[in-house]
């Protein structure tokens, strides 16, 4: 199809939402007293409710996996290539879920969302969330739906440190957690690109500190910056080189400060995309999300001792030339999982597209994935 949508995909979809009442303590020590979580599901529940597989989203991405919308045939899920009839992830035998977390800009509750007790939208009264608050919603929602038990969890790069807190802090609930293109923690470098990214937003004048909504503006010229900077992460040197390489735009020199080089327009053109439609105060605390998540912390740093609840299988996934998650961080979680006897599988794939990897098709990553999740017993 010529809106991207495979052959095989789910087809239409349509996004339901789940509203919870029961007042949820969050890791700052703030209280959400009511929340609306708004997710997808493809494919069909079985009999027993064991066949569940829970999609976690990375950091600009949500609940719409895949598929595409009715009255949006263009609007394809991030996951189509990987979730559908006969793709790795069969919805003939899975029944699989994609939630927008809390916090998110796209449906659930959120900065833009209307604060009960002001009558305005949260803006900067919105609280931090943190993986370990996303994962506790997900259980809810999961009980919302009637699962006790999802066959496997997985995700990529923030996705796959849910994943990983699942099997932590509901270990009996996951049978199989997949962690792709992930690390136990960020590094400094990974933190300094989020902060650069926040202060980008923070300090453009139409930031108006979070209560931007009210003054009728949206800081998106900072939030462009911010997605230049995170998107030279998500990307390798290589990959850039065959891409972009020193080619100009229009043939030669402008001598100016516009844009000259084809890796400038490109990084301009995701820029204005990504801030047309994602939100800054959401993607604040998304990304300070990503800087606290640390399992070891409770532990005096001992990640082994992180995962001793865990009882989950595991795949664990890693790109060659992904810079900002390496293959080194895969193997610590790797090393800290057989540390506690768990079953590990672990795949290392020698792909140039760095991070982003995870997302794009791969004959050797895709064929690992089919036959992990056909060996997953329902």
Request: charged letters at 20%; proline letters at 4%.
């Amino acid at each position: 199809m010529d809106n991207g949508v495979s052959a095989k995909s789910v087809g239409v979809v349509s996004p339901r939402s789940a509203k919870f009442t029961e007042p949820l303590r969050l890791k700052s020590g703030a209280v959400m007293d009511a929340y609306e979580l708004v997710y997808e599901t493809y494919g069909r529940l079985n009999a027993d409710r064991s066949n569940a597989v829970l999609v976690c989203h990375a950091l600009n991405a949500a609940h719409h996996v895949a598929g595409h919308y009715a009255d949006d045939p263009n609007n394809v899920g991030w996951w189509d290539n990987m979730i559908g009839s006969g793709k790795p992830v069969d919805t003939d035998r899975f029944f699989v879920i994609g939630v927008n977390n809390l916090g998110g800009c796209h449906g659930s509750t959120g900065p833009q969302s209307t604060n009960p007790k002001s009558g305005k939208p949260w803006g900067a009264d919105f609280p931090v969330v943190t993986v370990e608050d996303w994962v506790a919603t997900q259980a809810r929602l999961a009980d919302h739906l009637g699962i006790q038990r999802f066959a496997a969890v997985m995700g990529g790069s923030l996705g796959a440190m849910q994943a990983l807190q699942w099997t932590i802090s509901f270990p009996e609930r996951v049978r199989h957690a997949l962690v792709i293109a992930c690390a136990p923690n960020l590094s400094a470098q990974n933190i300094a690109f989020n902060e650069v990214a926040r202060q980008a937003i923070i300090t453009d004048p139409d930031f108006h500190g979070g209560h931007y909504y009210e003054h009728g503006t949206r800081p998106t010229r900072g939030l462009r910056v911010a997605r230049m900077v995170g998107h030279i992460t998500y990307l390798s040197d290589d990959e850039m080189a065959a891409k972009f390489g020193r080619q100009l735009k229009n043939g030669k020199l402008g001598y100016s400060f516009d844009s000259e080089f084809e890796i400038e327009s490109y990084l301009r053109h995701q820029g204005d995309k990504f801030s047309n439609y994602f939100d800054a105060n959401t993607y604040l605390r998304i990304t300070k999300a990503l800087d606290y998540y640390d399992p070891a912390a409770d532990f005096g740093g001992d990640l082994s001792k992180s995962f001793a609840r865990a009882q989950a299988d595991f795949l664990v996934v890693s790109f060659t030339s992904d810079w900002r998650f390496s293959s080194a961080r895969s193997r610590e979680i790797v090393r800290a999982l057989l540390d506690n006897r768990r079953v590990v599988s672990y795949l290392e794939i020698d792909a140039p597209q760095g991070h982003d990897a995870f997302l794009l098709d791969d004959a050797r990553y895709f064929a690992a994935l089919r036959a992990y999740f056909g060996n997953i017993a329902l």
